[in-house]
């Protein structure tokens, strides 16, 4: 018994206060509405925007000063579609953005009269998004930070002074009839007594459509309600002139609530008196029960009864109000979801005809009952498929109603990614080189996507230009925008082309794609194969084995891939890795550098042929075309003609005089290494530098085998030097680019054998 009574305690101290709490007097919700007017003052569409923005962290962007900017930003949604799910949902950057931008504007207030279709093709992850959507939303309202409070009446018998003449006849009559019938003791004719009272002193009366108890206040009140009951601070200015607020004033009370209130009134002609009987309790949600959301499926037939009551309470309110007829406890099922959200999972079956009922309702946001007119301001979600479409299509009046969110195919590779890690577990990382397992996503991807681009083309007209890095479609760039990145290989021309407008454009173009392509679905089995083949504890899967596979193995999967893609992936791949070979051998002097640097600034402002001593550094310089030419050589490369050279010496001689020197160190007091003009040469000098970082060991023999003999026991046979530089070499690809030692010395013999520096030699220089 006490292990019975100790476990029954436990989970009664389990329960938090939330679940314990119950009606307030109304005068006692004022108090925390004045308290805390932004969590109290919420309809649906700002308690689920405040849902949201409490689970996505971040926000982050890359480009934060770039001026052309979108604010195109990186959202982590793992606490809202992720954690504490039994199917987790991966919402791509694109999507991600869309599903923010809505969120948004249901704050502004920007959601009225409006069904959100969220569309998307088989396999794409609506049903699993939808349900953990609501799932948080469940959750969050049980929480402090997303309570809300509903109206309950409370009406004393005794304010009306308790029974009428009337009522105390009928009722001693009743009860003469049982004591000549009956013998009762003293007990038994109280519990007669109470079973034949009308009802207890206090009639609860619960508002079916869960009203906020502020509608309660007649609408032509409440601005001069809020004016008194509010200081003259911010909240109250954002109260009586933002649009997310105008509800407030506009919106009326259930038809129940309302006319209780008139009936009320007429009795007791004081609405502070009438108020006294409001109280505000807690809005519980359950899904499960209809209560506050209700979702319904294709295939669930619609309900037997569509106008819901309850006798008993009817009973006590016409006794309550002499059966006047002034209150209908009427409601229908859209009440139950009011201040909700009222879901639909795929428009098809009877969901085609529960969406065209809406139409009505969500035109004009009433449903009649009966001869009652109910409100219904309840937040509407659905799911679509592209082929569904046209079950709606005839309604061209109900279309305008609609607003549709795209859920296509994964269309940024990092959440491809990361969805094969969580189905795969994160161990597969250490299966594959650096980049590889990311180049398989790509090759997935490119399927979902159109081959041809026009914002691309408008903005690369020439893509031959990158035919070393990129697909002549762009559809490799194209991805690396659309997970917001723009790449280091652009030239500056076009790097200064892509406008905010251009940006907008492209990511406009994800609204049309991934609608094709391998489903998510088929992508995990694809992966899942290809990594039960390939994956060994003894050799890493490269990027030749990867080719292979959808060329060679595979070849039907390899005919839905675009012609050309999978070679142009391999060049950009080729690349990538030489800059981060070149990158880990680099180890120049960046103090000479800084050097350099200042002194060429300082030096572009004078006629070759004079001594002058730098402001910088104060070194004493000999100007000379030759001076001139030697850091030009390094800031361009070396097959930079003598007009591009004295072209850029003017260009960068304009810059410094009027920008530079007069606006950031002369009126904002930045030193010449805050600037942006010095932060750009010395970017360039060090990108030269480490592009010929490579060059000593192209033709060494040593260079190779002692890579080859990294970790072993002949590798102390080698010169200091080559040792030195193989170790630095393996150490930085290791720390910088998260290789592992054997990894690390596979890629740079590959990088070696395949003698990428000359390949990419005339491109990169």
Not at 44 to 56: G, K, L, R
Not at 682 to 700: G, I, S
Request: proline share 4%; with cysteine.
């Amino acid at each position: 018994m006490d292990t019975i009574t100790q476990a029954l305690h436990h989970i009664d101290r389990s329960l938090d206060d939330w679940d314990h709490r119950g009606a307030i007097p109304f005068e006692e919700f004022l108090g925390l509405l004045v308290a805390n007017p932004n969590r109290v003052i919420r309809n649906v569409f700002q308690v689920f925007h405040d849902m949201v923005v409490s689970h996505i962290r971040g926000g982050v962007d890359e480009y934060p000063v770039d001026p052309e900017s979108i604010h195109y930003v990186s959202y982590d949604c793992t606490k809202l579609f992720v954690e504490g799910t039994d199917n987790p949902f991966f919402a791509d950057r694109l999507f991600a953005n869309r599903f923010m931008n809505l969120v948004d504007s249901l704050r502004r207030g920007a959601q009225q009269n409006k069904i959100y279709v969220f569309e998307g093709p088989p396999g794409s992850g609506k049903s699993t998004f939808l349900n953990n959507l609501l799932l948080k939303f469940e959750n969050y309202v049980k929480t402090e930070e997303g309570m809300r409070y509903e109206a309950i009446w409370r009406i004393d018998r005794q304010a009306f002074g308790g029974f009428t003449r009337h009522e105390t006849a009928v009722f001693l009559d009743k009860l003469s009839k049982l004591l000549e019938e009956h013998e009762f003791n003293q007990e038994e004719l109280l519990e007669a007594e109470h079973a034949m009272h009308p009802g207890d002193d206090v009639v609860e009366i619960p508002c079916p459509s869960h009203d906020n108890p502020i509608l309660v206040i007649p609408k032509q009140f409440r601005r001069q309600f809020f004016d008194d009951l509010f200081k003259n601070d911010e909240m109250k200015w954002r109260l009586f002139t933002e649009k997310e607020y105008e509800w407030v004033f506009r919106n009326t009370s259930c038809t129940i609530c309302s006319s209780l209130y008139q009936a009320l009134l007429a009795r007791l002609k004081s609405p502070k008196e009438v108020l006294r009987m409001l109280h505000a309790r807690p809005y519980r949600f359950n899904r499960r029960l209809g209560e506050g959301i209700s979702v319904f499926n294709p295939g669930d037939k619609p309900m037997r009864q569509s106008v819901f009551t309850n006798e008993m309470l009817q009973n006590r309110i016409n006794a309550l109000l002499r059966d006047s007829n002034e209150a209908k406890y009427l409601f229908s099922q859209y009440a139950k979801t009011n201040n909700g959200i009222y879901a639909l999972m795929d428009i098809k079956g009877h969901n085609t005809d529960r969406l065209i009922e809406l139409h009505n309702i969500v035109s004009e946001g009433i449903h009649k009952v009966d001869d009652l007119e109910e409100n219904v301001d309840s937040l509407f979600l659905a799911l679509m498929n592209p082929e569904d479409k046209k079950n709606i299509e005839s309604y061209q009046s109900f279309l305008d109603r609609i607003e549709y969110i795209k859920i296509p195919y994964i269309l940024d590779l990092n959440t491809e990614v990361q969805i094969y890690r969580n189905i795969f577990g994160k161990q597969i990382d250490h299966s594959f080189l650096p980049r590889v397992l990311h180049n398989f996503a790509r090759i997935i991807i490119s399927s979902r996507m159109r081959e041809r681009s026009l914002a691309m083309h408008e903005w690369i007209p020439e893509p031959h230009r990158y035919s070393q890095y990129c697909d002549f479609n762009l559809q490799l760039l194209k991805m690396e925008i659309y997970t917001g990145h723009i790449p280091t290989w652009l030239t500056e021309e076009d790097r200064k082309r892509l406008t905010a407008k251009r940006r907008r454009q492209i990511i406009a173009e994800s609204e049309a794609e991934g609608d094709k392509g391998f489903s998510g679905r088929d992508a995990l089995k694809i992966f899942g194969d290809f990594y039960s083949t390939y994956a060994r504890k003894d050799k890493l899967i490269t990027m030749t084995i990867l080719t292979d596979y959808f060329t060679k193995v595979r070849q039907e999967l390899g005919r839905q891939i675009p012609d050309g893609f999978i070679e142009s992936l391999v060049r950009l791949y080729n690349f990538t890795i030489l800059q981060e070979v070149k990158e880990s051998l680099y180890y120049y002097n960046e103090e000479q550098i800084s050097r350099d640097v200042q002194n060429y600034l300082f030096a572009i402002n004078f006629e070759p042929g004079i001594v002058e001593k730098s402001t910088w550094t104060g070194e004493k310089l000999t100007i000379t075309e030759a001076f001139l030419e030697g850091i030009e050589n390094r800031l361009l490369g070396g097959e930079a003609t003598p007009a591009h050279r004295h072209t850029f010496r003017r260009d960068t001689q304009k810059e410094y005089a009027s920008r530079t020197l007069a606006q950031e160190i002369l009126s904002e007091g930045k030193p010449i290494t805050g600037t942006g003009l010095y932060q750009t040469l010395f970017e360039r000098y060090v990108f030269n530098l480490k592009e010929k970082a490579l060059d000593p060991f192209l033709d060494n023999v040593n260079f190779r085998r002692a890579i080859k003999d990294f970790g072993r026991e002949e590798f102390k046979t080698y010169d200091k030097r080559i040792r030195d530089d193989v170790t630095f070499l393996i150490g930085n690809l290791c720390t910088k680019f998260r290789y592992n030692k054997h990894g690390a010395k596979e890629v740079c013999i590959y990088v070696i054998d395949n003698d990428l520096a000359r390949t990419f030699g005339h491109s990169t220089s």
